[in-house]
Structure formats: structure tokens, C-alpha cells
């Protein structure tokens, strides 16, 4: 794909939607990992439902170990791998309050030695709680990337830097959100809606439908 056609397409999504965000609910950093480490295989809209439960009674790290493995996972048990997730997040609360003040560090590797977390998590955390430009590629935009032909890669660290180098600048804070989203309601799976995706002349896909 030539540059100029990258930039048509992030030019859209941004005057489509100036100023996107990710779908889980939070407030504050801390917030924000734990949503995103509960979010593994489950949904945001399944997420958003324990937390809205876990946050008015424990959200700091302090709260959430003084709950305790046994009644966190009470708090997220709707959501798949729950005591495996209350056993890291219990861990990681340790690790903050030990290693960072119990502030959730804007450090990669920081980030990524805390049980539960890994590069994706890391990226979701960098990239929305603090505004760095990097890509978080889940399988909606590693589908995206792939499909419209934007980033093809094989591996989800492939598309990552494809993506992260392709994009231009002006777009890179943004462009996590915009190609999740695109992938979650327009460019679809099993059936890409492609009468109503708005990058679809752009789009390199050989099986669209328009």
C-alpha cells in the first residue's frame, strides 16, 4: 500500500471519529491495567460489567490486595480465566505498591514484569493512559492490517512494527483505537460490512463486496 493511500485512510477515520478511546471503563491508570488484563479472551462489554462491581470497592492496588485473591475473583467471576486473572492481579498490586509507589509505571519494560501483562497489554496501557504511540495489535487489527492490505504480516510482532513504522506520524496516537474499532463493527470476520465502510475505494481486499 503507497503512502498516500495510508494517509487517506486514517484521514477518514480521524474526520470520522476525531477523538477515539477504547471501550473499557476506567478513570485512572490502575483502572485502566486492570480492565485491560481482565480483558484477555473476554469481552470489553463483559469486562466493563465486573468492574463496574470491583471499582466502587477496591481500585488501587493497596484495595485490591487487601481484598484478596478469593474475593477478587468473586468480583470478576462472570469473566472467562477469572482465578487465573485474580491470581495475577493480586501479584501485580504486590508489585506495584513494592517496586513503583503503587503507580502504574509508563515504562515498557516495567510494565511487562508484571504477572499478567504482556507486550499487548503493555502497548493498550502506553498508548492510553499515557499518550505514547504505540500499537496494541489484537486480532482485529492483525485481521485489518492484513485484509485491506495496510500492514500484511504473518505474527502480531510483524504487524505491530509494519504498522508503527507505516503510520504517519499525525495518525500514530490514534490509530490503535480506530483500527480496533473498524475491525470490531465494519471490517468484520465472516462478513465485512464493506457497504458501509467509508475506507472501502481504499481498500486492497480482494473479496470485498462493493
Not at 44 to 68: C, Q, W
Request: aromatic share 6%.
Amino acid at each position: 500500500m503507497n503512502p498516500a493511500k495510508r494517509h487517506a485512510i486514517f484521514s477518514r477515520l480521524r474526520a470520522a471519529n476525531p477523538h477515539p478511546t477504547t471501550e473499557l471503563e476506567y478513570s485512572t491508570p490502575f483502572e485502566l491495567l486492570v480492565a485491560v488484563v481482565l480483558s484477555a479472551q473476554s469481552t470489553d462489554k463483559g469486562v466493563n460489567l465486573a468492574t463496574r462491581r470491583l471499582f466502587p470497592v477496591a481500585n488501587t492496588p493497596e484495595a485490591i490486595v487487601a481484598l484478596g485473591e478469593a474475593e477478587l475473583a468473586y468480583f470478576i467471576k462472570t469473566i472467562g480465566l477469572y482465578r487465573s486473572k485474580a491470581r495475577h492481579l493480586i501479584a501485580a498490586c504486590k508489585m506495584l505498591i513494592g517496586l513503583h509507589g503503587s503507580a502504574v509505571p509508563a515504562d515498557r519494560a516495567a510494565l511487562e514484569a508484571l504477572p499478567g501483562v504482556g507486550r499487548k497489554t503493555a502497548n493498550v496501557i502506553l498508548n492510553t493512559a499515557f499518550g505514547q504511540p504505540t500499537m496494541a495489535v489484537d486480532t482485529h487489527i492483525f485481521r485489518v492490517a492484513n485484509r485491506i492490505g495496510l500492514a500484511p504480516g504473518k505474527t502480531v510482532l510483524e504487524v505491530e512494527k509494519k504498522l508503527v513504522k507505516t503510520i504517519p506520524a499525525e495518525f500514530r496516537v490514534d490509530a490503535h483505537h480506530w483500527l480496533i474499532l473498524h475491525g470490531r463493527y465494519i471490517c468484520q470476520a465472516r462478513k465485512p460490512k464493506c457497504g458501509e465502510c467509508i475506507i472501502a475505494d481504499l481498500c486492497e481486499y480482494k473479496g470485498k463486496s462493493v
